[in-house]
């Protein structure tokens, strides 16, 4: 089934229960389609991937043209990400350290909570039967990874704190001297993992700085990232999101441009809430949540089939 | 020498001895007691930086060699509201320029509706002596 029926029938179907941080239930507004064919337009006209140099900011990379892209360009990054050859042996090595080919997890904030993220595709049947087939393969596939609530997804994680051991929750499973990123490393032993911190996180420069010791710590457990841009990429010259592509190529590993699915979305999708004004947009709207488990899925699809010929049945 | 001024002698000798002792006491008393003030003080100010976001005072009470670890907990707190319940911290040790501190009392992180809590009374933080100032060095749990 090509791009664009898959996507009628997603669409025909209907996609319903959405929510925010506060898991709101609503329909699928209008725009929302709109949205999600110019998502998937990218998808069905993948750029051809190129050999990913070691120095982001020096060498271009893959991008959604014949043209390689910067880490300066990342706002026209696809939106699921060409994913660079090199994450295959990044996948193998993990299998050989024993890790779960079946398994996913995420490290983030408050949109990354189950509930909001992608927990419905473990819940929801008729969500699911909603999907086009191929990405049915992938929620079965990784089955009882989307409704998963760990140490990592917490609502009020910064990078900071996923190598905070005084931030590994006891409840999940996690022991007082470990960081929540080696709790859930040990716990889950995934294959695969959404790094989606970064929302209204602009107050310094360290960032980077923790995305990168979290990033090695995946790499030497043999764990594919996958980055994440922010809809409300922050600090001076949208840097959060920067980061992220900076990262992307610096590691050879993929990223969700989370950031550019929202363009068409009024406001990119976000609202301030009611009481927390002194926060600003950053809260993803219904429409905006909707494009993001849908988006993520087709980003974790892409990097199961990257890796599609080592992978167990 | 009557023995009324050898008397009188001996007792101004042991005037000023126990004078001299007790002066010597007094100093010794008051270093260790403000020794053992600044150290726990030096955790107290740690925390109501982190908890003020006060990030320049945060930092300069801290060791060189604990900065890094210290901003990642500092970092871990940026998209919280912060509070300290019932602090109160004190030395429970010393040895020559290092000191340890415990606290009790917990840090309360709000985000939205939720309230999350920080037990201090598990740490034991280590603080070394350098220049006059008690830095913080990290905490074991």
Known sequence: MGIPSRLLLFLG??????????????????????ALLRTTAVVASPPTP???????????????????????????????????????QVFQKGQALGNDPHAFSVFGDCQSVPDIFMGVYDTDRSKVAQLPPALQETVAYFSGSFNRASTTAQ????????????????????????????????????SFVFIMVGTHYE???????????????????????????????????????????VLALEYNVPMWNFWAATTGLPNHGLYTKADEEALGDIYLNDEALELHRFTALESLDA??????????Q | MTPFRILTRQILMTRRLLFSLTLAL??????CTTSKDESAQAVQSL?????????????????????????????????????????SC????????????????????????????????KRTYHLTLQGGDWLVCGYTQ
């Not at chain 1, 696809?78 to 994450?87: D, G, H, N, R, S």
């Not at chain 1, 043999?222 to 999101?241: F, H, M, Q, W, Y």
């Not at chain 1, 990097?303 to 167990?312: C, E, I």
């Open chain 1, 13 to 34: 179907i209907g996609a319903l229960a959405m929510g925010s941080c506060t898991s709101l239930d609503a329909p699928l507004p209008t725009a929302t389609a709109e």
């Open chain 1, 50 to 88: 190129v050999a990913q140099p070691a120095n982001a900011q020096a060498t271009p990379t893959a991008g959604p043209t014949d043209a390689p892209l910067t880490a300066a360009e990342w706002k026209s990054w696809p939106i699921v990400p060409v994913v660079p050859p090199t994450v295959k």
């Open chain 1, 155 to 190: 609502s009020d994680y910064t990078a900071a704190s996923l190598l905070n051991e005084n931030m590994s929750l006891a409840q999940y499973g996690c022991n007082s001297n470990e960081i929540p990123v080696d709790c859930e490393l040990r716990l889950h032993r995934p």
């Open chain 1, 203 to 245: 107050r310094n420069n360290r960032n980077i700085t923790y995305l990168r010791m979290i990033l090695n710590d995946l790499l030497a457990h043999g764990v594919v990232p996958i980055l994440e841009t922010k809809a409300d990429s922050r600090g001076p010259d949208d840097n959060v999101d920067l980061d992220m592509a």
């Open chain 1, 303 to 312: 990097v199961r089939s990257a890796v599609g010929d080592t992978l167990p």
């Open chain 2, 26 to 31: 007094s100093f010794l008393l008051a270093a």
């Open chain 2, 47 to 87: 925390l109501q930086a982190l908890v003020q976001r006060d990030e320049a005072h945060y930092t300069a009470l801290t060791c060189g060699s604990y900065e890094d670890s210290a901003l990642i907990e500092y970092d871990s707190f940026d998209l919280v509201q912060l509070s300290l319940k019932d602090l």
């Open chain 2, 90 to 121: 004190s030395q429970t040790g010393q040895n020559g320029n290092t000191a340890t501190v415990h606290c009790t009392g917990s840090i309360q992180a709000t985000y939205g509706n939720e309230v999350q809590s920080y037990d201090l009374s």
